[in-house]
């Protein structure tokens, strides 16, 4: 079994604090320590914190992308039975491991974008990817009479992200799934409709 390599294991331990604490609510020797790494392997891999910032969103993007890619790329469905199959299975996660986890790129979002142009930009960058794939299938959706064409993909797409996220953060809230379950039923009962 390959071990995992020191990068990894300070981007992991990184991803697992922000999380949890926040960016700024986490220092180096915290991340390194979860690590188990010393600290001098920081500065070989990242050039300063913002640069492991980044390095942290695109690795969570990279993650969600092979997440949404499984469902969105499985041809065995139609395009809207995959977009379906996307969204009943991040309800499922939520069901089985609760409303307290957390996305990393919106948690990012509502602490950086304000305080570092660079990790708006990255962060900016992992929203436009997130949008492209669903935009995408909603267009095949479309030219399979699945979906009204007179729907603009790409603004959907952008609408969808921002409901979900907002669905997301009124979980927390109420400390409940039902703000996110209503959200999937408004999706496709009222918008993603012939």
């Known amino acids: 079994m390959n071990k995992p390599d020191t990068r990894e294991l300070i981007l992991s331990a990184g991803h697992d604090l922000?999380?949890?604490k926040s960016y700024n609510g986490c220092g180096l020797k915290e991340i390194l320590d979860r690590a188990g790494v010393?600290?001098?392997s920081f500065y070989h891999y990242f050039k300063s914190?913002?640069?492991?910032?980044?390095a942290v969103i695109e690795r969570a993007q990279d993650q969600t992308h092979d997440f949404m890619r499984e469902f969105l790329r499985d041809r065995k469905h139609a395009p809207l039975q995959r977009i379906k199959n996307l969204y009943a299975r991040i309800q499922q996660f939520h069901e089985e491991e609760g409303i307290d986890c957390q996305c990393l790129v919106p948690k990012l979002t509502l602490e950086q974008s304000q305080l570092s142009e660079t990790m708006r930009g990255g962060l900016k960058c992992a929203q436009d990817m997130t949008h492209n794939l669903l935009a995408q299938t909603i267009r095949e959706a479309q030219n399979s009479d699945e979906i009204s064409p007179s729907?603009?993909?790409?603004?959907?797409?952008?609408?969808i992200f921002n409901a979900s996220h907002g669905a997301s953060i009124q979980m927390q809230i109420e400390r409940s799934t039902k703000p996110y379950d209503d959200f999937v039923s408004i999706i496709f009962?009222?918008?993603?409709?012939p």
């Open 38 to 40: 010393p600290k001098g």
């Open 18 to 20: 922000i999380v949890e």
């Open 49 to 54: 914190k913002e640069d492991f910032g980044l």
């Open 189 to 193: 009962e009222h918008i993603l409709i």
């Open 151 to 159: 729907l603009d993909p790409d603004k959907i797409a952008a609408f």
